[in-house]
C-alpha cells in the first residue's frame, strides 16, 4: 500500500511515525507540502519522499491523506479535483463534511472523515471515524489501521456525531490541561510548591484515567468508593455540585459542538 499525505505538519507527523514504527516502508510513503524546511525534515526523520506540489508521482497511491488546516483545505485539493481514479481519500481536518471535500475534488465519493486529537503525538489518542455506506468494510478497515498508528479508534455512523466527537475527544485534551492547571493552582494556593503540585495533579490524572480504562465499572461507581461520608473527598465535591460543574461542562461541550457545525457551514462555501 502507498500513502500520500497532502500536508506535512504535527499530526501527519505523528501519523508517519506511527507507521514506520509498525513495519510500514519508507518507500510507501509519499508527503506533499509547500514548505522546503518541513519537506527536508520529514525526509531527514523517516526517508519519505517529499514534493511542494501534488504532481503525478504524488497521486501514484492507494490511499490519500488531507492533513492541512481545514481553512485552506480546497485550494489544496484544487491539483487533485478530476485526477483522482480509484484511491481512498482520508481526511483529518476539523470542521470539513465529507460532501464539500468530494465536491472540491470533482464529486469523489470514496471518502474518509476522522477526528484524531493531540495525543495522538505520542502514540496515545482517539480518533472518531465516520464513512458514507458507499465506503466498503475493505477501506474501512485501510482507514483504521492508519489511523491505530497514533492510538485507539472508533466509528460514528452519522457524519453529523463528527461534530460531537471533535468536542469530546478533539477538544477533550485542552478540558483535562485546563483541569489540571486549576488542581495544580489549587495546591499553589494552599502552599505546596510549584512542582509538587504539577507532578500530583498530573499523575493523579494518569492514574485515574488507567483505573477508570482498566475497571469495568462506571465511573460514578468508581468515583463513589473515593467519597466517604462526611470527608474530605465529599467536602470538595459538594462545592463542585452547588457550583453545577458537571452542567458547566456539559455547556462546554454543547458549544464546541455547535461551533464545528458552524465551522462546517463556513469551511465548506465554495
Known amino acids: 500500500m502507498k500513502i500520500t499525505f497532502i500536508g506535512g505538519g504535527n499530526m501527519a507527523t505523528a501519523l508517519i511515525g506511527g507507521l514506520r514504527k509498525q513495519g510500514f516502508s519508507a518507500a510507501g510513503i509519499q508527503v506533499v507540502d509547500p514548505v522546503e524546511e518541513t519537506r527536508a525534515r520529514l525526509t531527514d526523520t523517516f ?6 506540489a501534488i504532481d503525478a508521482a504524488a497521486l501514484n497511491c492507494e490511499v490519500l491523506m488531507l492533513a492541512v488546516k481545514p ?8 491539483p487533485a479535483a478530476g485526477r483522482l481514479t480509484n484511491q481512498l481519500v482520508i481526511s483529518i481536518a476539523a470542521g470539513l ?3 464539500d471535500i468530494g465536491r472540491w475534488l470533482g464529486g469523489y465519493p470514496r471518502l474518509v472523515r476522522s477526528m484524531p486529537n493531540t495525543p ?5 489518542g482517539i480518533t472518531g471515524l465516520y464513512a458514507p455506506p458507499a465506503v466498503d468494510h475493505e477501506d474501512r478497515a485501510t482507514a483504521e489501521k492508519i489511523l491505530h498508528a497514533v492510538g485507539r479508534t472508533l466509528w460514528v455512523e452519522d457524519e453529523a456525531l463528527m461534530d460531537v466527537v471533535t468536542a469530546v475527544s478533539g477538544s477533550g485534551p485542552a478540558y483535562v490541561f485546563y483541569f ?3 488542581l495544580q493552582n ?4 494552599l502552599g505546596l510548591p510549584a512542582e509538587t503540585s504539577r507532578l500530583l495533579a498530573i499523575e493523579t490524572f494518569l492514574g485515574a484515567a488507567k483505573l477508570a480504562e482498566a475497571s469495568i465499572d462506571p465511573v460514578d461507581q468508581l468515583r463513589m468508593r473515593v467519597t466517604s461520608k462526611g470527608g474530605t473527598t465529599a467536602a470538595a465535591l459538594e462545592v463542585f455540585n452547588d457550583e453545577a460543574l458537571d452542567a458547566i461542562i456539559a455547556r462546554g461541550v454543547e458549544a464546541a459542538a455547535a461551533r464545528g457545525r458552524e465551522l462546517c457551514e463556513i469551511l465548506g462555501q465554495d
Not at 481553512?71 to 484544487?78: D, G, H, N, W
Not at 489549587?186 to 494556593?189: D, E, Y
Open 71 to 78: 481553512q485552506v483545505m480546497k485550494e489544496a485539493l484544487l
Open 186 to 189: 489549587a495546591g499553589v494556593s
Open 180 to 182: 489540571i492547571e486549576a
Open 47 to 52: 526517508g519519505v519522499r517529499c514534493a511542494a
Open 97 to 99: 463534511r465529507l460532501a
Open 120 to 124: 495522538a503525538l505520542i502514540g496515545a
